[in-house]
Nanobody, 118 residues
Framework: QVQLVEAGGGLVQAGGSPRLSCSAS????????MGWFRQAPGKERELVAQ???????NYADSVKGRFAISRDNAEKTMYLQMNSLKPEDTAVYYC????????????WGQGTQVTVSS
């Protein structure tokens, strides 16, 4: 049973720099790709950032240069450092995990709300 638990959301002022974390209870964390998704009201869920087991990363264009994804395999934790937040970053942020070789994300956290006030 894979469990992903997000933390670090809340109300943040525009320009703020919160950090989200995702703790995973999975034996094979070090061999999994991890990702952060977000869903804003009335919008589809979108991939914000992902990191492979080897540490390769990619980001949505809207967050490039502002967000940074990282992982600590020893702690089985993934992070999303968010900088220069904008009101349009307001969304529920979800942690997700998958095997490196698949496109499907089978494992999801329950999400954490990030609200950016202007």
């Amino acid at each position: 049973q894979v469990q992903l638990v997000e933390a670090g959301g809340g109300l943040v002022q525009a320009g703020g720099s919160p950090r989200l974390s995702c703790s995973a209870s999975v034996r094979t964390f070090s061999s999994a790709s991890m990702g952060w998704f977000r869903q804003a009201p009335g919008k589809e869920r979108e991939l914000v950032a992902q990191i492979t087991s080897g540490g390769s990363t990619n980001y949505a264009d809207s967050v490039k240069g502002r967000f940074a994804i990282s992982r600590d395999n020893a702690e089985k934790t993934m992070y999303l450092q968010m900088n220069s937040l904008k009101p349009e970053d307001t969304a529920v942020y979800y942690c997700a995990a998958k095997p490196d070789w698949t496109r499907h994300w089978p494992y999801w956290g329950q999400g954490t709300q990030v609200t950016v006030s202007s």
